[in-house]
């Protein structure tokens, strides 16, 4: 992709500028489907149609709308909150997202930086949301965004450790961390002669190791049933109860972002990146990102699914079930996976 | 160790379940509607807007008396001899002039009291329910359909009626205390 | 010096303002909390945001019919069962016997109000616990009970339907087989929610030995409804002071076990609940059975009621409890004492004896089980 735009565009500068916004723009897009798709599988869950007025077919352009409602809103600072940061941490938290993207080999032909540490660069920069998110309950200056930076800080410390273990258990099989050499490896279709070389189907141990991360990523994603740090029904809005406007909208996109970005590591790690399924047929780079997408989405689809159908935990219930429960078990599933794969 | 296996696997057959609900959910049909494109068919009886037919009103009072939260004002006058205000649709002779028939939507509790005490029917409760305004002072409807040049002359009127009657009387009690003055210094005599 | 111990403040507590805006509190309560980390050390219920006089201005309508609609008001999501006691109260004031049919009609009403204003608790119950599709799952059903209502009284909401001597007017001829309608698409709607919510682990685990309120506790706090029957304690009114044609229909009282918890626990109240709705509707049933196909809907009322000196209690098992109404006539057209023993506020003063040690969560949870309305709680 690099070579492609250095080769077109005269100026590498200008080249290697949108190369690294090609994400970016793939993420603003993505948000606004989300959202709306969000909307629409709350209200089909519901029995309710969800947004259907602006832009015609189904709403679709309610997203549009409400994010050029949240542009004209007023930018409210509350007087004794500490205003840098508060100005600060939306930007934070959407970079850390961000940043996280550069190694998500979204085809064969596009990944932003193929660093052959991609997957720890991936993990420590997630490590950032945290910070981006206390940062924005600190500087508010209010007790419930408080709560809820608290509980976010607990709840996505916590939940790195079970996220490290499943993906160093799929670390063990492919023995890289490049993310794109990992999609690479699961090339081809040759398990029992039709089943794609995805990885979890090549390890029993790999199913309940995806079971542990997905649990794990919905909590670093604030999902429900772990959506804690901002649980309306308690916490107000959490972290973000002072911010409004726009500045509200980038948490919005980042959260979003975060959702997807997660998804797409499950994706890469357990389901094939951005391989067919159907081996040679439909592959290549264009399919290639349409695939790694549609897995991608599906993957949020569900998380979207189980919101609109769990209660939430408790703040102990939580920690009790990364500390008791997946923390074990996800060492002992690492230890099953490697024994599998020395045998095998 | 058995009984956290148990309990997870009842964790994730339960959490199953309601997905296996909400996925069934997912394709079932609206239960709302597209409100200003499709409408609720609403029963007979519906109480919403306060209606008056100021026709038939024969100004007694009755509604406004019923009324918990006092929003109808009602000013009558009295019709002078020889006005024939007509008949109401269910035969009631008219006696008053309706001056004034406020009804404040905005205070109105839709509790439909005021109909029932009504003779003559004039004053219920229709269905319709889009009727909001801006302005407050627009919820007050007025129902009475004198100009106020006609009340103006019937107040005059009736006004002069009154001091007319009241002239009389007084000459008539004047009369009867001179006749009993007169009886008196009779009697006297 | 004086007496009074000035209280150092404890610099590990937090005190936090939880209301009366706040998405939990049920209306305008406000909670002044006092926190240690996430544990709740200090609960203060502050009322008094939705007050608007009820008891005051009913002593100066100038008529006993002028109060029903403000009934109505008391509790706003069961304004059938207030209308029904208040009438109770005057017609036993005035010592006036109604129609059979009409009680058959309010006994209907006053079930089906039940089940509307328990489907709401269930639903904002599992909305304050996180479960949003619930709640909307619930109130696609009470709105078949509303409009049950609104073809009879012609208001969805605050019905001013029963009065002083009878019924507003007649029902519907259709009122029978849409009673019946509903009451057969309904049960399979509760097991749905079984499936969604009573059951669901995460469900359990949030409010199984959550709030458990003993029952000696509740029943020297006088609470009443669901939450004493949570405790395990079988007390209704409707079974044990009958009134209207209770006495003759054949129900359960359902009261908690502590299938998953401790009696008296959140779970136990919510299933009361869940319970109770399936025992109306096997008193509907049997109410629509029953029920008088023609007949008079009034009993003649003089048209200015002037009650007879004297003064009378009448309590009713609504929703939420014992509600009572307190009449005091002093022989003119105007009561001279109405009072409403509302059963939210009373159960609402348990709140800080359940609740201390509690995480703030689960004060969520509690607030939720004990189903406040503050329509109610303010008067």
């Known amino acids: 992709m690099i070579e492609l735009l250095e080769y077109t565009i005269p100026s590498t500068m200008l080249a290697l500028v949108i190369h690294a916004l090609l994400p970016l723009g793939f993420i603003l897009v993505y948000a606004l489907f989300a959202i709306w798709l969000e909307r629409k599988v709350a209200g089909h869950v519901q029995d309710r149609l969800g947004p259907m007025r602006v832009g015609g077919w189904h709403g679709w352009a309610q997203t549009i709308a409400d994010m050029l409602k949240l542009l004209h809103k007023e930018d409210i600072i509350p007087t004794q909150s500490n205003k840098f940061l508060f100005k600060m941490a939306p930007y934070m938290l959407f970079t850390a997202s961000y940043g996280a993207f550069a190694v998500i080999p979204f085809s ?21 949301l945290t910070l981006s998110v206390i940062m924005a309950g600190w500087a508010s200056n209010n007790k419930w965004s408080l709560f809820g930076a608290m509980r976010s800080a607990s709840q996505m410390v916590s939940y790195e450790v079970p996220t490290v273990v499943t993906v160093l258990s799929v670390i063990v099989v492919t023995g890289s961390l490049n993310l794109m050499t990992v999609s690479e490896m699961q090339t081809g279709n040759d398990l029992f002669g039709f089943l794609p070389n995805w990885l979890i189907l090549q390890n029993p ?102 919101r609109w159908t769990l209660p939430r935990l408790r703040v102990d219930q939580l920690t009790y079930l990364c500390w008791s429960v997946l923390i074990p078990v996800s060492f002992i599933n690492l230890v099953l996976v490697a024994l599998w794969e020395m045998i095998f | 160790m ?41 029963p007979d009886h519906v109480r919403n807007q306060l209606f008056v037919n100021i026709e038939d009103c024969i100004g007694c009072n009755l509604c406004a008396r019923a009324c918990p939260v006092n929003c109808i004002e009602i000013e009558t006058v009295k019709a002078t001899v020889g006005d024939d205000l007509g008949k109401t649709s269910t035969g009631n002779p008219k006696r008053l002039w309706v001056t004034q028939f406020n009804i404040d939507l905005a205070r109105c509790m839709y509790c439909e009291l005021c109909v029932h005490p009504c003779p003559t029917e004039c004053i219920y409760m229709t269905s319709e329910y889009e009727y909001s305004e801006y302005n407050r002072n627009d919820l007050n409807y007025k129902f009475s359909n004198l100009t106020p040049n006609l009340v103006e002359i019937y107040k005059d009127k009736a006004a002069r009626e009154a001091e007319k009657l009241a002239l009389e009387k007084e000459e008539a009690r004047l009369k009867k205390e001179k006749e009993k003055l007169e009886k008196e210094s009779k009697d006297k005599a | 010096m004086t007496e009074t111990s000035l209280k150092t403040p404890d610099s590990r507590k ?3 303002n939880m209301g009366p805006q706040h998405p939990s509190t049920h209306g305008v309560l406000r909670l002044e909390l006092e926190l240690d980390g996430e544990i709740v050390t200090g609960v203060k219920p502050h009322i008094g945001y939705l007050h608007r006089c009820f008891e005051k201005y009913a002593e100066s309508l100038d008529d006993y019919s002028k109060v029903v609609p403000y009934t109505d008001r008391l509790d706003y999501v069961a304004a059938m069962s207030q209308e029904f006691s208040y009438a109770l109260a005057v017609e036993k004031l005035l010592e006036i016997e109604v129609p059979e049919r009409v009680e058959y009609i309010r006994v209907i009403m006053a079930e089906l109000q039940r089940i509307a204003s328990h489907l709401l608790a269930v639903g904002t119950f599992g909305l304050d616990l996180g479960a949003f599709t619930p709640f909307l799952y619930c109130f696609t059903e009470r709105e078949k009970i509303l409009d049950i209502f609104e073809k009879a009284s012609g208001a969805r909401l605050l019905y001013n339907y029963i009065c002083i001597g009878g019924l507003m007017k007649d029902v519907p001829s259709d009122f029978k087989s849409d009673t019946q309608n509903f009451v057969s698409t309904f049960r399979p709607k509760i097991k749905e929610l079984n499936d969604l919510l009573t059951t669901n682990r995460i469900f359990i685990n949030r409010t199984a030995h959550i709030g458990v309120l003993p029952a ?59 319970l109770e709705m399936e025992e109306s509707l096997k008193i509907i049933e049997q109410a629509l059975e029953k029920m008088p196909e023609e007949g008079d809907v009034r009993e003649k009322v003089p048209k200015r009621i002037k009650p007879p000196e004297g003064e009378v209690y009448v309590r009713t098992e609504s929703p939420r409890g014992e509600l009572g109404f307190y009449i005091i006539s002093d022989k003119s057209p105007r009561p001279y004492r109405v009072k409403a023993r509302a059963p939210s506020f009373v159960n609402l003063s348990l709140l800080p004896s359940i609740s201390l040690g509690s995480m703030l969560g689960d004060l969520v949870a509690i607030v939720g089980s004990i189903d406040i309305v503050l329509g109610e709680v303010d008067r």
């Open chain 3, 216 to 274: 000696e506790v509740a029943i020297n706090y006088a609470a009443s409804g669901p939450v004493l029957r949570g405790s395990g304690v079988s007390w209704d009114i409707r079974r044990d002071d009958p009134y209207s044609i209770y006495d003759q229909l054949d129900f359960n009282i359902p009261i908690g076990q502590g299938e998953v918890g401790t009696v008296g626990d959140c779970w136990d109240r919510y299933i009361v609940r869940v």
């Open chain 3, 14 to 16: 937090m005190v936090l």
């Open chain 2, 2 to 42: 058995v009984k956290v296996l148990k309990e997870g696997l009842l964790t994730f057959k339960s959490i199953f379940t309601g997905m296996g609900v909400t996925w069934g959910h997912l394709f079932e049909p609206a239960v709302t509607l597209q409100y200003p494109e499709e409408r609720a068919i609403l």
């Open chain 1, 108 to 128: 064969s032909a596009y990944i932003g930086s193929r660093v052959d540490i991609g997957v720890v660069y991936l993990l420590a920069i997630l490590s950032l």
């Open chain 1, 205 to 306: 141990f790999l199913v309940i190791a995806f079971i542990i991360f997905f649990i794990s990523i919905l909590a670093e994603s604030h999902r429900v049933p772990f959506d804690l740090p901002e649980s309306e029904s308690e916490l107000v809005a959490g972290f973000q109860t002072e911010y409004s406007g726009m500045r509200w909208g980038i948490i919005m996109l980042s959260e979003y972002a975060d959702m997807l970005l997660l998804s797409l590591l499950g994706v890469t790690l357990f389901f094939g990146g951005w391989n067919s399924p159907f081996g040679v047929f439909m592959a290549g780079p264009l399919w290639g990102f349409f695939w790694f997408i549609l897995k991608g989405m599906l993957l949020v689809f569900v998380m979207m699914w189980i």
